[in-house]
Structure formats: structure tokens, C-alpha cells
């Protein structure tokens, strides 16, 4: 068994009073030729010996062997992710300490991009104590989870977590541009590539003298920028941040700034 042996022998030509089972420092009487001997470790070889008892005397021990069973082995003590960039991450783990041979590992993990509904999973077996996941996009949330192998099959498994870096966001598409009041009023949709989170949107608004930069957070798609000159040609873009610096600007759009142009949005432009 896993954490038993069943030790027999043949009698003697005289029998005993009674046997002496010793294995380790545990010594067992026994009047039988058999005994099952518990509570020992897993994966282990112990001697056992066994002697025969008479009224004035005993017998030479004799010596035989016996290993346990292999156990299904614990989880691993932890897991942990280094090295993360945005696209990959290193996973590694620490198995427990058991006297079982652990011979290979269950790794399966599942992936979440956190600005869009891309998710996935995988699934890959690795005799080692390291393994790179490759090709994930910026800003996801990745689980692993570790499972031990020994002869008696897969143990439970532990679990651990990270995400990857952000990464600069894609160009933003600008929807709509509308001049009234001397005032340019300019919305527009997120970068389809948003490789985090977004903080701030920058709407440039430029002519060949001067340009007005109005910056504001992340969560809003629309801005006015007053206080224009009437009949003048304006190029718009705007462009996102992440943590990790701002985009590319959208296309450039220009505007000329008259009542031809009033409550005009870019399609008509």
C-alpha cells in the first residue's frame, strides 16, 4: 500500500512463542506468520526484520525489504509569473517535498484581455519548473493553474495570477466635428487597439500660426475648444495614453471655421 506493507514468512522447524516484527524503530509482537505493518511514508524502502522467540532464547533476525506505493502527490508549495512583458510572461512553481518521484507537471491557463471581450485557454504538461506563455495581448489577465505528477497520477494543483504590461494604445477614430459660437466641438470612438487603460485624450487643434491642445481624462469621447477665429482653416486629431505613453493621432481632419461649416460632422466634411 501507499502507507502499509504485508510482511509473511515461513515458520521455523521449531516453532516460537511468538515473532518480533521490527521495521525502523518500531517493534511489533506478532504470533502469526504475518503481519501488515502501518503508518510509514510513501515511497519508501524500509528493512524489516523479523525473529523468533523462544522460552530461553531467539533467533538470528532475519532480513528482508519492501518499498510503499507511490502517493498522489501534494500541490506544489507556490506559483509565481517574472519576466512579464506585454505580449509573454514566465510561470514558475516550487513542488512540495515528498519522498515520491514527481516526474511531471499539468500546467493549464486561462487568459482575459481587459479592454475587450478576447479570452482563451491552454494546456501543456512540462517536466521542468519553468514555462514561458507566449504571444498575449497587452493589459491581460492571465491563471495558471500547476498540477504534480508521480506513478499514482496528478495531485491537486495550485493557482496564481498576473497581468501583462500596457503597451501605447492604437489610433483613435475620430466621429464628429461640428463648429458653432466659435466654438469647435469634436467627439470621437476609443483606439480599437486599447492595450490598457486609457487616462487622457489629447484633441489638437492646429493652423499654420498657433495650436490649441486640450487634454482631457480618458473615460470622456468629447471636447470643445472655444474661443476660435472665424474663417480660419483648422487641422483636429486626437490621440490616447495608457500608462504607457500616448498613441499614434487619428487622421488628420481639417476644418474651416464659417457658417458653410456650421453643425457640419466629418461625413459631410
Known amino acids: 500500500g501507499v502507507t502499509s506493507l504485508t510482511v509473511s514468512w515461513d515458520p521455523p522447524d521449531e516453532p516460537p512463542l511468538y515473532y518480533t516484527v521490527t521495521v525502523g524503530s518500531d517493534t511489533q509482537v506478532i504470533y502469526g506468520t504475518s503481519v501488515i505493518i502501518n503508518n510509514l511514508q510513501p515511497c519508501t524502502a524500509y528493512i524489516i526484520s523479523v525473529v523468533s522467540v523462544y522460552q530461553d532464547e531467539e533467533s538470528l533476525p532475519t532480513y528482508s525489504s519492501g518499498k510503499t506505493l507511490d502517493s498522489v502527490p501534494p500541490p506544489p508549495q507556490s506559483c509565481w509569473f517574472d519576466d512579464i512583458t506585454s505580449t509573454a510572461m514566465m510561470l514558475y512553481w516550487q513542488d512540495a517535498d515528498i519522498n515520491c518521484a514527481i516526474t511531471n507537471h499539468n500546467i493549464s491557463w486561462s487568459w482575459d484581455v481587459l479592454w475587450s471581450d478576447e479570452a482563451g485557454s491552454g494546456v501543456d504538461t512540462n517536466t521542468g519548473y519553468h514555462m514561458r506563455l507566449r504571444d498575449l495581448s497587452p493589459y491581460t489577465n492571465v491563471t495558471a493553474e500547476v498540477a504534480s505528477y508521480t506513478d499514482a497520477g496528478y495531485g491537486p494543483s495550485t ?10 494604445p492604437g489610433p483613435v477614430v475620430i ?31 492646429m493652423n499654420e500660426d498657433d495650436t490649441e491642445l486640450v487634454t482631457v481624462d480618458g473615460t470622456t469621447n468629447e471636447a470643445a475648444i472655444t474661443d476660435l477665429q472665424q474663417c480660419v482653416s483648422y487641422d483636429v486629431t486626437v490621440e490616447a495614453a495608457t500608462e504607457a505613453g500616448w498613441g499614434p493621432p487619428s487622421d488628420v481632419y481639417n476644418i474651416f471655421t464659417n457658417e458653410m461649416y456650421k453643425n457640419k460632422n466629418i461625413q459631410d466634411v
Open 175 to 205: 466621429t464628429n466635428i461640428t463648429w458653432s459660437d466659435q466654438s469647435l466641438y469634436v467627439t470621437w470612438s476609443p483606439p480599437e487597439e486599447e492595450n490598457g487603460v486609457i487616462l487622457e485624450y489629447s484633441i489638437n487643434i
Open 159 to 168: 493557482s496564481c495570477w498576473n497581468v501583462t504590461s500596457q503597451e501605447i
